[in-house]
C-alpha cells in the first residue's frame, strides 16, 4: 500500500495524472459534486485534494473558491497545491486524526473524491469526514477497476451499503463512478 506522499511523488506528479481531470467522465464527476455543494454559504472541503486540481475545478464552477479548501495527507501535493493555485487555501493533515482534531465541526459539507479507494482504514476516514461536516459528507469512488496502483479496493453497492450502514445516506451509480451522499442530521 502506497502512503500519500508515494502516491504523489511516484504516481500522481510523476504522470500527470491531473491531466485525467479534463476528460468528458472526469469532468462530468467534478461537476457533479460542485453540484452537491450547491447551496451552502459557509466553508466546504475539498478532502484528499492532491495537488489541488480538483479543488479549483470544483471551486470555479461554484463560483466562491475562496470557501472551498483543499485538505491532503501529502505535504508535496499541499506545497504544489499553493503553488500552482495561491488564490486559494490548502491545507496538510498527517492523519485523519490530525484532520478531525483541527477542522471538528468546521465545514458545512465535505467531497472525498475518489480517495477512500485508497484509504486501509475507510471507517476511520469516514468518521473524520463525519466529525468536520455538518450538514453533508459526498464520496466518490470508482465502479469499476480503474487499475490505479494506489487503489487497495474496489467498491460494490453492497460494500457502500455496509460502510455507511446507521447513516442517513444515498447511493448512485453514474457511468465509472459510485456518489454516495450522507446528509448529517441536525
Known sequence: MLTAEQYIVDHWKKNKVWRNLTT??????????ADYLKGFTGLCAD??????????????????PFRLVGI????????????LFPDNIFFYCESATDMEKRFAGVFDAVVCSEVIEHVKDEKALLLALETIANKRIVL???AVDAGDPGHVRLYTEADLVK????????????????????????
Open 24 to 33: 468528458e467522465k472526469h469532468l462530468h464527476r467534478l461537476d457533479k459534486c
Open 47 to 64: 478532502v484528499g485534494c492532491a495537488c489541488g486540481h480538483s479543488t479549483r475545478a470544483m471551486g470555479i464552477r461554484l463560483d466562491y
Open 72 to 83: 491532503d495527507q501529502s505535504e508535496t501535493a499541499i506545497r504544489t497545491a499553493k503553488e
Open 140 to 142: 466518490t469512488t470508482p
Open 163 to 186: 460502510l455507511c450502514e446507521g447513516l442517513a445516506f444515498t447511493i448512485e451509480r453514474d457511468g465509472r463512478f459510485w456518489y454516495v451522499v450522507i446528509e448529517k442530521e441536525d
